[in-house]
């Protein structure tokens, strides 16, 4: 997270300058097939639970200090291709199975569950599009 940036960029921007802090998100959809967002909330994310987090948001951030001006925010998404490998590839850097891997779990058995449960979704040589969103926002130095 790059919040821990705000004083930083508060002492280098001039007045007038802006900060953008954007925020992306995987949710966990393929296009076209609802059957995989089922199992990433319902077999993925129960089994490598994501870690817990700073709740701390950065319109919270930005619009408590009072050396910005927040500007408000704007939402987006858009989609990635991913084959099975790469989702899978993409799927293991993610903090959650980190913090398996902490515990205790073993990166090549995570790939194998990985690549037996996401086969169903994406056959060999095949990719599937897969939806990201984002926040970006916005603020500027008084």
Known sequence: DG???ID???RLLAPGGEVWVLNFWFPGVMLDTPEYSAW???RYATRFPAPRRG???PAEKLGADRRFDYQGETTFAFDVEFSRDG???YLTSQSNI???LADGAKLGELDA???DELASFIPDG???TFRYEGRADRARVI
């Open 113 to 115: 569950w990985l690549d």
């Open 87 to 89: 989702l899978r590839e």
């Open 8 to 10: 930083e960029t508060a």
């Open 3 to 5: 919040l821990h940036w």
């Open 55 to 57: 709740s701390t948001l």
């Open 40 to 42: 990433s909330r319902d």
């Open 98 to 100: 980190e913090a398996a």
């Open 126 to 128: 095949e990719v599937r």
